[in-house]
């Protein structure tokens, strides 16, 4: 079944404590991207890939790391989380986002305390 | 830079009336635009696409969506609603399938 898997689903940490959210897809897309849903704000994007080793920020990127070193995985890490973080999170994919439908992922509700 | 308003945060219609939502968009050029739907505590689905073909769009479980480019608009409609229409829906926008911007959404609830 063609589906992009995040995990956790749900995380609760600590000002300061670094973490990551895994993200992988099974349909050998190049396009993957994270954003953050905030109520009221919608969906903010966070970084995006076009390919392997190829990154770039997107509209709310501070505080936040990527690394794509395989086509499949797209890892977002926070380095040193802050309450203003605490968000739902959605990673996403799609074959050609100019013309095809981004593939979400379940989203991981993060807090941080 | 790119931009998205959607109207009401929050719409009520009776089931069986007419759906409206509004989505107006600020782009330099002719964006690529999208609606997706949230169901509760699931991911988006997209509902249909302009990709600057055909100006009114077709897309999933009876909704439409017409561009207009002299009002910068992309609204989504669909004749009559259903009590299974009950969710969040994204307008969304992106020039060249790299950034994406989206609004902040509209929630619709369906009244019996």
């Known amino acids: 079944e063609a589906q992009v898997t995040q995990n956790p689903r749900y995380l609760i940490t600590v000002t300061g404590k670094k973490l990551t959210v895994t993200c992988s897809q099974n349909?050998?897309?190049?396009?993957m991207s994270w954003y953050r849903q905030d109520p009221g704000l919608g969906l903010r994007q966070i970084y995006y890939?076009?390919?392997?080793?190829?990154?770039d920020k997107g509209d709310v990127p501070e505080g936040y790391k990527v690394s794509r070193k395989e086509k499949r995985n797209f890892p977002l890490i926070l380095e040193s989380p802050s309450p203003n973080q605490t968000s739902l999170y959605f990673c996403?994919?799609?074959?050609?986002?100019?013309?095809?439908?981004?593939?979400f992922g379940s989203g991981t509700q993060l807090s941080v305390l | 830079a790119q931009s998205v308003t959607q109207l009401g945060s929050h719409v009520s219609v009776s089931e069986g009336a007419l759906v409206l939502l509004r989505c107006n968009y600020s782009?330099?050029?002719?964006?690529?635009l999208f609606w997706y739907v949230q169901y509760p505590n699931q991911g988006l689905q997209l509902l249909l696409k302009?990709?600057?073909?055909?100006?009114l769009v077709k897309g999933i479980n009876g909704f439409e969506a017409e561009f207009k480019k002299s009002e910068t608009s992309f609204h989504l409609t669909k004749p009559s609603a259903h009590m299974s229409d009950a969710a969040e829906y994204f307008c969304?926008?992106?020039?060249?399938?790299?950034?994406?911007?989206f609004g902040p959404g509209t929630r619709l609830s369906v009244l019996p």
């Open positions: 996403a994919s799609s074959l050609r986002p100019k013309s095809e439908k981004l593939f």
């Open positions: 349909m050998n897309h190049e396009y």
């Open positions: 890939s076009m390919n392997v080793e190829v990154t």
């Open positions: 782009s330099s050029v002719p964006p690529y």
């Open positions: 302009y990709t600057s073909a055909a100006t």
């Open positions: 969304a926008v992106t020039l060249y399938g790299q950034n994406f911007v």
